[in-house]
């Protein structure tokens, strides 16, 4: 799906103040871990979390020494993450930032987190695969991409799905 589609799908005040395009949900702590984990990130790594929300997923990858990015729509998400980064001491490896997902660059990411819902997923589609390098990995707490085969599938002891897929080639 072209760009022009995307913007036509999600309709016009998408991506603005006070339209989001997915619902405020936390992901449990230990369902961050297995996401991680799933998607094998290190201290080498750059996340880039789309929807953060409050922050908790960014934070666990700085907290295994990765450099993160959060993206939220919600100005109140953001300034609770950055507080709760200021906490944890965490600074130094995180950013959030009030921002349309659909706007963020990509290209520095080497995996990329979603918590949004399965048409969000299926509208980033083309952009996660033209932006993102060979090797990136994406991974999806509850929500496929439609169209795109996951590399791996799991499903955690209180029966949520994870996804992950690695980016073979540029689209």
Not at 37 to 46: H, P, W
Not at 100 to 106: G, I, M, N, S
Not at 126 to 131: A, D, G, Q, V
């Amino acid at each position: 799906m072209d760009e022009a589609a995307v913007r036509a799908s999600r309709g016009p005040f998408a991506g603005r103040d006070g339209h989001l395009d997915a619902p405020y949900w936390t992901t449990p702590a230990d369902v961050v871990e297995r996401m991680l984990d799933l998607a094998g990130l290190t201290a080498d790594d750059r996340l880039i979390d789309l929807g953060c929300g409050d922050g908790r997923i960014a934070l666990a990858a700085a907290g295994r020494g990765a450099r993160a990015l959060g993206i939220d729509l919600d100005p109140g998400r953001i300034a609770e993450a950055r507080l709760a980064a200021a906490a944890a001491g965490l600074e130094s490896l995180t950013s959030f930032r009030k921002e349309d997902l659909f706007e963020t660059p990509l290209a520095d990411a080497t995996v990329v987190s979603l918590y949004l819902l399965a048409h969000v997923n299926r509208l980033l589609e083309r952009r996660l695969r033209r932006f993102l390098r060979p090797g990136s990995r994406v991974v999806s707490h509850a929500y496929p991409i439609g169209g795109w085969e996951p590399t791996r599938s799991v499903e955690t002891p209180d029966r949520r799905r994870l996804y992950l897929w690695v980016v073979a080639s540029v689209a």
